[in-house]
C-alpha cells in the first residue's frame, strides 16, 4: 500500500511540475505571445498595435503567468483545453483523437515487435554461437539502420501496390494499420530481441535452473517455470520505455501513411505557433508516460518479488 | 539396501578441440550405502564430475566414458527424457551456494511442490501436505509459513535445509553433494553435515560428498577419493587416507587438514598452481609441486610417464604416484 501511495504521490508531482514548465514555453521562446498568435492566425506580419492588444485581453495573456497558469489547469482537470488558436476546435478533441491513434499504432507495433521478438531472441540465446544465432543477430541489428522513409514505401510498394492486399495510406480500420504498425515495429522489435536475447543467456547460465532440472524437471519444464519470468524482467522494462517514447508519435510514418497522429499534430501545432495545442499535447504525453512508468513499476513488482521484499517479509 | 554406482573412464573436455580435459579418464564407484568423499583443491573437476553423473554439465561440454551405471540403470546412454526420471528420483544434487540454486521470483513451497506435482502426479493439495511435511522434516520451523518465503528471504542454513527436503523427495538412492556447506557459517555447517547423515542413513541412500575439506569428509565418509587435476591420485578408507597418505599431495592436504604449525610457526601450504597442471601433457601431473620426486630421485620416471592409480599393498588403497609403486616393487 505504502508503495503504491508513494507511486501516486510521485505521478502527481511529476505532472504538475512538467505542466507548469510546459505552461511556460511560449514565454520562454523569444517574442509577444499575442503577436505570434495574430501572425499564425492572419498571416500577416505588420499588425495593427490595437489589434495585438485586443488578442492580449481575448487570450487572458495580460494576466500574471501564475494565474493563467492555474486557469488553465482547472480547465484541463475538467477536460477542457481551450481553443486551438488556429481551427477554433476544442483542443481536447484534436489531441484525444490523435492520441488515440497514435497510441494504438504504438500498441500494435510493440505487440508485433515482442511477438517476433520473444522467440528470436530465445532461440538465439539457447543456440548461442550457432549459426542461427549469428543469422538471428545480424538481421534484427540490421533493422536498426534500415531507415523508416525507406522501409515504408518498399512496404507500400509491395504489399499495396503489387499485391494489392493492404491499403497504401489513410486510417480507415485494422487493415489500413498493418502497414504503419510493421515499419514502426522495426526498431523496437532488433533492441527487443537483443535484450530478450541477453537476458536468456543470463538465464539459460543461471544455477536454479540446473537445479530445477536436478530435480527431474525437463529443460522446457524449467524454462517454462523458472527461466522465462526472469528473462521476461529486461523486457517489459524496455517495452514501457518504448511505449512511452512511441506516443509522441512519428512525423515519417504519420506522413507517409496519412496517420492523423500525434506527431503530424504536433508538428502542425508548432509550425502554426499553435500554442494550446502544444501545450495540451505534451501535458497529456508526459501524463501517460508517467503513468506507463508506474504501471510498469507495479508489474515489476509483481513479477520480482525481490522488489517488494520489504512489503512482503511478516 | 539400493544399487551401486559406477562412474569408469569418465573424461570431459570444454572448450576449443585439442585444450586439456577438465576431467581425464576418472573412475569412481559408490557401494549400496557408501559415503563416497570427492576431494582435492579449487578447480580439480570434483563439480564436474558430480554434474556428468547427472547429465547436466554446461553446454559445449563433450563427455566420454567407459561407462556411468547406477545398478542396471545405464546413465551414461539414457536418452534426456529417460534422465528426466532419474534425476531427483534415484540421484539427487545438492549444492554449494543453496540461494542461488533457489528461483528468486518462486516461493519455497511452490518449488518444493513442483517436481511432487510433475514428476510424482500428486494433486495440488497432496502435494502441498507433502511440502508441509518434507519441509518440517528437515528441521524446519513454521514450515506453512517458511512455505511462502523466497529465497531472498532465507539463511543460507535454512536454503539449504530446503534444498535438502526438496533432494530427498524423490526418495532417491544416491545423494551427491557438492560442498553444500562450504557457503555456511561453521555452527550451521555442523547441523547441516547432522541432517544430512541422518537423512542419509534412515533412507539407506549411498551419497557422493564433494569437499574440499578433508576436516569435513573424514567425519562422514567411509571411503576418499582425492582428485588432482582432473585426474583420481588416491582413494581408499577415510581411515587409510588419514593415517597413511600415500600420494605426495594427500599427504600435502592431510598435513593442511591437521593444521599443525611447521617448526617456524608457520602454516604449511602446498606451494605453487594447480591449474597449470592439467596441461602437462606427459609425466606425473603433481611433478611441479612434488618434492618427493627429487628427494627420492625419481625425476626421470616422474618426468616422462604418468603413474597408474595402483594398489599400495594395504587393503582398498590405492595411489597414483612412482614413488609409491617403487616403494611397493622394493619391498
Ligand atoms: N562452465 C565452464 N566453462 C569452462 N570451464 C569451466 C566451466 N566450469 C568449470 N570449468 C573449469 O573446469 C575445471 C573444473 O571445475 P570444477 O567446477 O569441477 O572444479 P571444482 O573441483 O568443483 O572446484 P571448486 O572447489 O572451486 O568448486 C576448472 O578448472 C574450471 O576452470
Ligand atoms: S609420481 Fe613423482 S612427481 Fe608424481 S607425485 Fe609421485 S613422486 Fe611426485
Ligand atoms: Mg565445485
Not at chain 1, 550457432?130 to 509491395?158: N, R
Not at chain 1, 525437463?218 to 523458472?226: E, G, I, N, P, V
Request: with cysteine.
Amino acid at each position: 500500500m505504502i508503495f503504491l501511495l508513494r507511486r501516486f504521490v510521485v505521478l502527481l508531482c511529476t505532472l504538475a511540475s512538467v505542466s507548469f514548465l510546459v505552461f511556460l514555453i511560449p514565454y520562454l521562446t523569444p517574442g509577444d505571445p499575442a503577436r505570434k498568435i495574430l501572425q499564425a492566425r492572419t498571416g500577416e506580419l505588420n499588425l495593427d498595435p490595437s489589434a495585438v492588444e485586443a488578442a492580449r485581453v481575448r487570450y487572458g495573456l495580460d494576466k500574471p503567468v501564475i494565474e493563467q497558469y492555474w486557469n488553465w489547469g482547472q480547465n484541463a482537470l475538467h477536460g477542457d483545453l481551450g481553443l486551438s488558436y488556429t481551427s477554433r476546435t476544442q483542443v481536447s478533441d484534436l489531441v484525444g483523437s490523435a492520441l488515440a491513434v497514435t497510441t494504438s499504432l504504438a500498441v500494435a507495433a510493440l505487440f508485433i515487435a515482442l511477438v517476433a521478438a520473444l522467440p528470436l531472441g530465445s532461440l538465439a540465446a539457447i543456440r548461442r554461437g550457432k549459426a542461427s544465432d549469428i543469422a538471428i543477430t545480424t538481421v534484427t541489428q540490421g533493422f536498426v539502420a534500415l531507415p523508416e522513409y525507406w522501409v515504408a514505401p518498399m512496404l507500400v510498394l509491395v504489399f499495396a501496390l503489387k499485391l494489392g492486399i493492404l491499403p497504401s495510406a489513410g486510417w480507415t480500420g485494422p487493415a489500413s494499420m498493418i502497414l504503419p504498425a510493421v515499419t514502426l515495429s522495426l526498431r523496437p522489435l532488433s533492441y527487443f530481441t537483443q535484450v530478450t536475447r541477453a537476458s536468456m543467456v543470463d538465464v539459460l547460465e543461471s544455477p536454479h535452473l540446473t537445479a530445477a532440472r536436478s530435480r527431474g524437471l525437463s529443460f522446457a519444464q524449467a524454462m517454462l517455470r523458472h527461466g522465462l519470468r526472469n528473462g521476461l524482467l529486461p523486457v517489459v522494462t524496455l517495452f514501457s520505455i518504448w511505449l512511452a517514447g512511441l506516443l509522441g508519435g512519428s512525423v515519417v510514418i504519420e506522413v507517409i501513411f496519412a496517420v492523423p497522429g500525434m506527431g503530424r499534430l504536433l508538428y502542425q501545432a508548432v509550425t502554426d505557433g499553435d500554442v494550446p495545442v502544444i501545450q495540451a499535447g505534451i501535458v497529456c504525453i508526459v501524463a501517460l508516460t508517467v503513468l506507463i512508468t508506474t504501471l510498469t513499476d507495479l508489474l515489476y513488482a509483481l513479477i520480482n518479488p525481490t522488489v517488494r521484499s520489504s512489503n512482503v517479509s511478516r | 539396501m539400493t544399487d551401486t554406482l559406477t562412474i569408469s573412464g569418465l573424461t570431459v573436455e570444454l572448450g576449443p578441440p585439442g585444450s586439456p580435459p577438465i576431467l581425464d579418464r576418472v573412475s569412481l564407484t559408490v557401494g549400496p550405502g557408501e559415503i563416497v568423499a570427492l576431494v582435492g583443491e579449487s578447480g580439480s573437476g570434483k563439480s564436474m564430475t558430480a554434474m556428468s553423473l547427472m547429465r547436466l554439465l554446461p553446454p559445449g561440454a563433450r563427455m566420454r566414458a567407459d561407462a556411468i551405471s547406477l545398478g542396471d540403470i545405464d546413465v551414461l546412454h539414457a536418452s534426456e527424457h529417460e534422465m528426466n526420471h532419474i534425476r531427483g528420483a534415484r540421484i539427487s544434487m545438492l549444492f554449494q551456494q543453496p540461494k542461488r540454486m533457489l528461483d528468486p521470483t518462486a516461493t519455497v513451497g511452490a518449488q518444493v511442490a513442483e517436481p511432487l506435482r510433475l514428476c510424482l502426479g500428486l494433486s495440488r493439495s497432496q502435494a502441498h501436505a507433502r511440502v508441509i511435511e518434507l519441509l518440517a522434516d528437515v528441521g524446519i520451523a513454521e514450515p506453512e509459513r517458511r512455505a511462502h518465503s523466497y529465497a531472498h528471504q532465507l539463511s543460507g542454513g535454512i536454503a539449504q535445509r530446503v534444498m535438502i527436503a526438496m533432494a530427498l523427495a524423490g526418495q532417491p538412492d544416491v545423494l551427491i553433494a557438492d560442498e553444500p556447506t562450504t557457503a555456511l557459517d561453521v555452527t550451521v555447517e555442523v547441523q547441516i553435515l547432522q541432517l544430512i547423515a541422518a537423512k542419509r542413513a534412515k533412507l539407506g541412500m549411498s551419497a557422493l560428498f564433494v569437499s574440499h575439506d578433508l576436516g569435513v569428509v573424514s567425519s562422514v565418509a567411509d571411503r576418499i577419493a582425492v582428485m588432482y587435476a582432473g585426474r583420481i591420485v588416491e582413494e581408499g578408507t577415510t581411515r587409510e587416507i588419514l593415517h597413511s597418505p600415500q600420494h605426495p599431495y594427500t599427504k600435502a592436504l592431510v598435513k593442511c587438514a591437521m593444521l599443525k604449525p611447521e617448526a617456524d610457526g608457520s602454516l604449511y601450504t602446498i606451494l605453487g598452481d594447480a591449474n597449470a597442471a592439467r596441461a602437462v601433457s606427459h609425466g606425473c601431473r603433481f611433478r611441479a609441486r612434488c618434492l618427493v620426486c627429487t628427494a627420492e630421485h625419481l625425476e626421470q620416471k616422474c618426468e616422462s610417464e604418468e603413474p597408474e592409480l595402483a594398489g599400495c599393498g594395504r587393503a582398498e588403497h590405492s595411489s597414483r604416484c612412482w614413488a609409491t609403486i617403487e616403494t611397493r616393487k622394493a619391498r
